[in-house]
């Protein structure tokens, strides 16, 4: 008999209480934070419209081919798109946005492979452009369709709380910007 896995009430809280981000990024904290953005718009816009084909570096160099799947838990509202964790979320979900650019940020991707980022950590705006690579002005697509959620319950000294919930929320959500190649 296959065990059912327990989810911890964090994880629920992180997919029921999801705010847009137009309406929600200038109230934000520099708390410590595990967050996660995600497409709250037309789910049929988003599967129709994106590019899933991903080339990922692995080891030695060598390209890795993959295709995103529509592989989110079905109890899930919305698409996860990227979970992370910081010590100051203000600042963090600011780096994510780049929102002071209009246009692209990142070359449109070539061979699909994965974006090089324009900061360290911007991995949503450079997975935006990767997934709708004829979007010219990605901003207004980033601020009508995406949502954020953040538990920011947490001392600045627990970091292996934060390590621990972002990792469980990743391997339970399966975000598509979370996912890389070993190397």
Known sequence: MKEKIKIPKEII?????????????KTLQPTPAVYCFWWIGNKEFFSKNTEKRISLKGPKGR??????KMWFPKELPYIPLYVGKTTKLKD??????LISYSKRVHLKPKNYKKVKPHNTVCQLRAGIEHIFPNEKEPKS????NIG???LDIFRKEAVSERFYLENF??????????????R
């Open 13 to 25: 809280s992180l997919y029921t209480k999801v705010f847009p981000l137009r309406n929600i990024r």
């Open 63 to 68: 390209f890795f081919k993959l295709e995103h």
């Open 92 to 97: 963090r979900i600011s780096k994510h946005l």
């Open 141 to 144: 697509l980033i601020l009508d």
């Open 148 to 150: 954020l959620s953040f």
């Open 169 to 182: 929320a990743i391997g339970y959500f399966r975000p598509w910007f979370n996912l890389d190649c070993e």
